[in-house]
């Protein structure tokens, strides 16, 4: 079936290690996002891509990093540069940026102890 | 800048009552508006959308919501709530010109109390 899948769901590390979430789409979209869900914030732009081999920030892209080398791959890096990781991280794709029309992966659960 | 602004960040409804969840906008341009919903852990399914075709616009579930320009609201109704109703809700807005993503509000959690 076609949609997006991002892993690990459940993800732990240790203060000043770096993590890497996976986002994986098989829709063939050429828009790709990556949100933070924190309770009571609603969802925040980290980064998003048009296309392969670019992306732009979002409005919180301090401590994290991204790469679009694949159409249908667009992983997340959690750096130890980020001082409050521990949140929900949400994938999702669309078949342009203008459309508004986002499906989404299941999401992914950073907890740092 | 687009923004949406959702007013009440819980609601509780009796099974059979009414929902209302209110969403307000902000846009210098004209807007395309979204509604999507999230259920527990999970990622977020487009619920209906507004794209300047019909002010009133139907969705998934029995959920409706009205676009009123004078008011810059798309409130969220649906006639009579039910228990898988229970989730999180989210008003979003994205310009209709131009090449900028999808802005997303707090959310509203709904509970369906039976």
């Known amino acids: 079936d076609g949609g997006i899948t991002q892993s690990p769901k459940y993800l732990f590390r240790k203060e000043g290690q770096n993590v890497t979430l996976s986002c994986e789409q098989n829709?063939?979209?050429?828009?790709m996002y990556w949100y933070r869900q924190d309770p009571g914030q609603g969802l925040r732009l980290i980064y998003y891509?048009?296309?392969?081999?670019?992306?732009q920030k979002g409005d919180i892209a301090e401590g994290y990093s991204v790469s679009r080398e694949k159409k249908e791959s667009f992983p997340l890096t959690v750096t130890s540069a980020q001082k409050n990781p521990t949140a929900f991280y949400l994938c999702?794709?669309?078949?342009?940026?203008?459309?508004?029309?986002?499906?989404f992966g299941e999401g992914s659960r950073l907890t740092v102890l | 800048a687009q923004s949406v602004t959702q007013l009440g960040s819980h609601v509780s409804v009796s099974e059979g009552a009414l929902v209302l969840l209110r969403c307000n906008y902000s846009?210098?341009?004209?807007?395309?508006l979204f509604w999507y919903v999230q259920y527990p852990n999970q990622g977020l399914q487009l619920l209906l959308k507004?794209?300047?075709?019909?002010?009133l616009v139907k969705g998934i579930n029995g959920f409706e919501a009205e676009f009123k320009k004078s008011e810059t609201s798309f409130h969220l109704t649906k006639p009579s709530a039910h228990m898988s109703d229970a989730a999180e809700y989210f008003c979003?807005?994205?310009?209709?010109?131009?090449?900028?993503?999808?802005?997303f509000g707090k959310g509203t959690r709904l509970s369906v109390i039976a």
């Open positions: 999702a794709s669309s078949g342009g940026v203008s459309t508004g029309e986002l499906f």
């Open positions: 829709l063939n979209h050429d828009a």
């Open positions: 891509s048009q296309i392969v081999n670019d992306f």
């Open positions: 846009s210098s341009v004209p807007p395309y």
């Open positions: 507004y794209t300047s075709a019909a002010t």
């Open positions: 979003a807005v994205i310009r209709s010109s131009g090449n900028t993503p999808l802005v």
